[in-house]
């Protein structure tokens, strides 16, 4: 089997970008296809004091286990398995438990600040930039953390202003740049599908 084609999935807080990854999952199948969300590489908090974790800025690279992602990327282009981590956002701590991931054809990594990065940005062999409106994006962003992550939306909002929306104008609107697709409202997502059927055809076996 040629070494995994690495596809990337960036965009803003509610942009969409899982929703468009489990799309790619459900077209070429859950045996050809596996995704890996960069909420998972979270760094454990767990040696802070629960009422310091939540005024974490999350949306800073730093906030990540950079190296750790890359390192798994790289093991699973090279046809071996990982033990993802488990990230628990009501705590702001990962969970002893992990979740093996063994690879596949494809490998769709979403994740808000994986172009931001470059010593990550340039791992992906499609780089696809979800291009959303500001507001729905925050609307989507109340809803999930209410919904999902216990918060009120005086926290969320007080978030978004404090670091949410300061870290998307700083790193991930200017890595829209990196993008080889950038999807904007009304766009048809199949041009996705198509550009990885492209590459599947157009690479040879065992290239990076």
């Known amino acids: 089997m040629a070494s995994p084609l690495l596809i990337g999935i960036c965009g803003g807080t509610g ?21 890996i969300d960069i909420d998972s590489y979270y760094r454990d908090r767990s040696h802070i004091p629960l009422h310091e974790r939540h005024h974490f800025n999350f949306d800073h690279p730093d906030a ?10 790289q093991l699973l282009r090279k046809g071996q398995p990982i033990e993802k981590q488990v990230y ?15 690879p596949k ?35 989507r962003r109340i809803a999930r953390d209410v919904q999902e992550r216990g918060r009120t939306v005086a926290s969320v909002a007080q978030q978004y202003l404090a670091t949410v929306r300061p870290m998307h104008l700083k790193y991930i609107e200017p890595s829209k740049e990196k993008a080889d697709i950038i999807l904007k409202p009304g766009d048809n997502w199949q041009i996705v599908i198509a550009a990885i059927r492209e590459l599947q055809t157009t690479r040879r076996p065992g290239t990076h």
Request: charged share 30%; with cysteine; net charge negative.
């Open 105 to 139: 054809e494809i490998v769709v990594v979403d994740g808000i600040l994986i172009f931001a990065i470059e010593e990550l940005c340039r791992l992906f062999d499609l780089r696809i930039f979800i291009d959303e409106a500001a507001d729905i994006r925050l609307l």
């Open 15 to 35: 942009s969409g970008k899982t929703t468009l990854a489990q799309k790619i999952i459900a077209v070429f199948g859950e045996t050809r296809a596996v995704l």
């Open 64 to 73: 990540l286990d950079i190296p750790l992602l890359i390192k798994h990327l």
């Open 88 to 102: 628990d956002f009501t705590a702001h701590t990962r969970k002893r438990e992990t979740v093996r991931i063994e």
